[in-house]
C-alpha cells in the first residue's frame, strides 16, 4: 500500500483531469490551488511533461462548483513534496510577458520575451530600480520602463539592441550564441547573477532566464515569461505559473544545448554600475 504524503502548492497551480494546457479543459475538468495550500494525497506518480499524477486522500471542487475531483494531474515544479530536499534559487521578482504594455516596435507581449526576460535581470541586479522607476511615473510595471530605453536601439529580438538597452542602465553585458556550458551558467549562478538563455520552441525560439539550478533533483530553474512549458515539449499554460519553473537535465539537453554540450545561447553579465563581477568576455 502506498504510503501518503502531503504537497504544498508552492504558487498559485492547476490541477487538471489530463496532461494538457489549463486553457483547453473545461471548468468541470480543473481546479485552481492556491498557493500554500497543503494536501495529503495517497498516491503520487510521474507522468507526461513534467506532471505528476495525484490521487488525492480528499476531492477537491472543480472551477464549475460542481464536480468532485480525486484523480488530478499537476505540474510537479509548482508541487512542495514532503522529504525532497529545499531548491537553491536566486530571489529575483518574476515578470510575465503577455500583459505587457503595446508598443509600436515591440507589438505586444506575445513577442516580449527577450524583452521581459531582460528587465527581470536588469532589476535583480539594480535591486529594484526599474520597478521603482515605473512607480514614480506612473506606469503598471518595470517592462514599460525598459521599452521605452530599448526603443532607442531598435527590436527586442536584436541581442545587440538589448546590450545597448541594459548598458544605458549600467549593466555590461553580451550575448554570445553556441558557445555556453553548463559550468558558464552554474559559474554566473555562482555569482549571483541570473542569465537570459534562448531555448528552442516551435520553429523557432524563445527567451527565458534562468535563475538557479539544483544539483541534488538535476533540475535547473528558470523564469519563463510566457508561462508554464511542458518539459521540452511546445505545449504551454500561458500565463500561468512561469516562477522558477523546474527544467530537467533532460529537458535542457533538448532545448538548450540540442546542438550538442557547449552550445547554449545566453547573456553573459561583466559588470554592473562600474564594478566587474568575476566574468569574463569570451565565455
Known amino acids: 500500500m502506498a504510503t501518503k504524503r502531503a504537497v504544498t502548492a508552492s504558487i ?6 489530463d496532461v494538457v494546457g489549463s486553457q483547453d479543459l473545461e471548468p468541470s475538468e480543473k481546479v485552481l490551488v492556491k498557493a500554500g495550500t497543503r494536501l495529503v494525497v495517497r498516491e503520487i506518480t510521474p507522468d507526461r511533461f513534467q506532471h505528476v499524477k495525484l490521487r488525492l486522500d480528499s476531492p477537491l471542487l472543480a472551477l464549475d462548483g460542481l464536480t468532485s475531483l480525486s484523480t488530478v494531474y499537476a505540474y510537479q515544479p509548482h508541487l512542495q513534496v514532503d522529504g525532497l530536499p529545499q531548491i537553491i534559487k536566486l530571489p529575483v521578482n518574476y515578470r510575465g510577458q503577455t500583459d505587457n504594455d503595446w508598443h ?5 507581449g506575445y513577442r516580449q520575451c527577450n524583452l521581459t526576460s531582460c528587465t527581470m535581470l536588469a532589476d535583480f541586479l539594480l535591486e529594484g530600480e526599474l520597478s521603482r522607476r515605473a512607480a514614480a ?3 503598471k510595471e518595470p517592462e514599460s520602463v525598459y521599452q521605452e530605453v530599448l526603443a532607442k536601439y531598435g527590436d527586442t529580438i536584436d541581442h545587440n539592441c538589448q546590450t545597448k ?3 544605458d542602465f549600467g549593466i555590461e553585458s ?3 550564441q553556441q558557445t555556453l556550458a553548463a559550468d558558464d551558467l552554474l559559474l554566473s549562478l555562482r555569482q549571483g547573477i541570473p542569465v ?5 520552441y516551435k520553429t523557432g525560439g524563445h527567451i527565458v532566464l534562468l535563475v538557479g539550478h539544483d544539483p541534488a533533483r538535476r533540475l535547473w530553474l528558470v523564469h519563463d515569461p510566457f508561462g508554464t512549458r511542458h518539459g521540452a515539449s511546445d505545449s504551454y499554460d500561458i500565463g500561468i505559473g512561469g516562477a522558477y519553473d523546474e527544467y530537467s537535465y533532460d529537458t535542457f539537453d533538448r532545448i538548450l544545448w540540442d546542438r550538442g554540450p557547449g552550445t ?7 559588470g554592473i554600475k562600474g564594478k566587474t563581477t568575476g566574468l569574463t568576455a569570451g565565455l
Open 12 to 17: 498559485d497551480t492547476i490541477f487538471k483531469q
Open 104 to 108: 509600436p516596435t515591440f507589438g505586444n
Open 137 to 139: 511615473a506612473g506606469r
Open 165 to 167: 538597452a541594459l548598458k
Open 174 to 176: 553580451y550575448y554570445t
Open 196 to 200: 537570459v538563455i534562448g531555448v528552442k
Open 264 to 270: 547554449a545561447d545566453g547573456r553573459i553579465v561583466t
